[in-house]
């Protein structure tokens, strides 16, 4: 069990994930006390690598996380498996609870847990995520090229799915499912690149040996296809943060629940920041690393700002210690 600092960290941060680990990074080789916690359960934990990140492409994710937390733990920063249950504001900080009953006092909170996919209710759809069922074209589009891809349809966002992926095959099915009657516009534009629309609900996924080979539909139709493809509801992982108001709200684009925050990442609660798929639902693994940096490198400014102001009070009150005269 890891031992916590008594006196709490300067940084707690809540997830540990490609944001959280790379705002830790920064945060430690700042020279600032970090926790970092997590739960263990990475969104990609299904997929076999993580692609389009750049010296790094084709890494398995648990590997990626394995390198960024020794990273952190170099630096001195701590890093916790478990699980935060809430977190209140205590005086000009903030305590955190942990699952296991444990607390930890933390100067600053930066989020980065991340967020659920909500697929639609289809018999044996989950089992293929990551795997033969996906969502992100620059993630996979390139493993599942020319092959026969099938987009089921699960929200206003579908059909922009469906033409991205139409990129990397000329063989692309739209069951409409559960999204929303096209438009004159959609239609023109599906049928322009060649998309065929199949109206009527998926009732399930047909699989042998292991491989998608298809979908059967509520009439009884089947339709062959190797892969499919599906744009899931995204909601940020915030339910710990409600004792201190702050919970995720539904995003513009209809794609979900996520942080409002500002571009450094501050949020509406003063001390708490976020950073990576928690605040930006469709950023992929180089972008919520780079967002945990660049909302780390602000909290220091911050705590830097703030250090200032008490070290010019201090010197004003004539409670500094007298700086030694050079020579």
């Excluded at 739960?39 to 996380?65: I, K, S, T």
């Excluded at 903030?94 to 289809?122: H, K, M, N, S, W």
């Excluded at 390139?142 to 987009?151: K, L, Q, S, T």
Aim: aromatic share 4%; glycine share 12%.
């Amino acid at each position: 069990m890891t031992e916590l600092r008594e006196d709490g960290y300067e940084v707690v941060v809540i997830g540990g994930g490609a944001a959280g680990l790379s705002g830790a990074l920064m945060l430690a080789r700042a020279r600032r006390s970090v926790l970092v916690v997590d739960g263990g359960n990475p969104r990609n934990a299904p997929a076999e690598g993580v692609h389009a990140l750049l010296a790094l492409d084709g890494v398995p994710p648990a590997e990626l996380l394995a390198r960024g937390r020794d990273e952190v733990h170099r630096y001195g920063g701590h890093l916790l498996t478990g699980e935060v249950e809430a977190v209140r504001r205590d005086g000009d900080g903030f305590d955190v609870t942990l699952a296991d009953g444990r607390r930890v006092r933390a100067g600053q909170i930066l989020v980065a847990t991340g967020l659920v996919d909500e697929l639609p209710e289809v018999p044996g759809l989950r089992e293929r995520w990551g795997r033969d069922l996906v969502h992100c074209p620059y993630c996979h589009g390139w493993e599942v090229r020319d092959r026969p891809i099938g987009v089921i349809g699960s929200g206003p966002m579908s059909v922009h799915q469906t033409l991205l992926f139409r990129q990397w095959s000329d063989d692309v099915v739209l069951f409409r499912h559960a999204a929303p009657p096209l438009t004159d516009e959609q239609a023109e534009q599906l049928a322009a690149r060649g998309v065929p629309v199949v109206e009527g609900e998926v009732a399930a996924v047909e699989v042998v040996g292991d491989r998608l080979t298809g979908v059967r539909l509520r009439d009884g139709r089947t339709v062959a296809r190797e892969v499919l493809t599906v744009a899931p509801r995204m909601v940020a992982r915030t339910g710990f943060l409600a004792a201190l108001g702050l919970r995720a709200v539904p995003h513009e684009s209809g794609s979900g629940e996520y942080v409002p925050a500002d571009p450094a990442g501050r949020t509406d609660v003063p001390g708490v920041w976020v950073a990576g798929n928690v605040t930006d639902l469709s950023a992929q693994v180089g972008a919520a690393a780079a967002t945990g940096a660049r909302t780390a490198a602000m909290i220091n400014a911050d705590l830097v700002a703030a250090e200032t102001r008490a070290a010019v009070e201090a010197r004003r009150r004539g409670d500094r210690p007298r700086e030694k005269a050079l020579t």
